[in-house]
Nanobody
Framework: QVQLVESGGGLVEPGGSLRLSCTAS????????MGWFRQAPGAEREFVRG????????YEGDSAKGRFSVSKDNTKNTGYLQMNNLKPDDTATYYC???????????????WGQGVQVTVSS
């Protein structure tokens, strides 16, 4: 059974940083692209960042430009989303997802984590 478990969310002040982790079981992330999405209340799920199966290609959503980075540690079977210079508009539930193909569309992703809350507020 495949599971993706996110961690690292929480409350942070504007301008602060967080690193989200996504640990996989039941699949080997070196064989999968990993995407990060977020969803605020009343809003659609939005692509944030993604990384290809071999880490050679990354995609960036408009909201993440210049502030968020994505990486994978295959030895830990874990992906990461580093978020810097956080803003109140970044407040959302963040999800990691795995797919054979890197894409910005949520429909491409076969496996999803349960989500982790990120709140940016002073």
């Amino acid at each position: 059974q495949v599971q993706l478990v996110e961690s690292g969310g929480g409350l942070v002040e504007p301008g602060g940083s967080l690193r989200l982790s996504c640990t996989a079981s039941g699949l080997t992330i070196s064989n999968y692209a990993m995407g990060w999405f977020r969803q605020a209340p009343g809003a659609e799920r939005e692509f944030v960042r993604g990384i290809s199966w071999n880490g050679g290609v990354t995609y960036e959503g408009d909201s993440a430009k210049g502030r968020f980075s994505v990486s994978k540690d295959n030895t830990k079977n874990t992906g990461y989303l580093q978020m810097n210079n956080l803003k109140p508009d970044d407040t959302a539930t963040y999800y990691c997802a795995a797919s054979k193909y890197l894409d910005m569309s949520a429909h491409t992703y076969e496996y999803w984590g349960q989500g982790v809350q990120v709140t940016v507020s002073s």
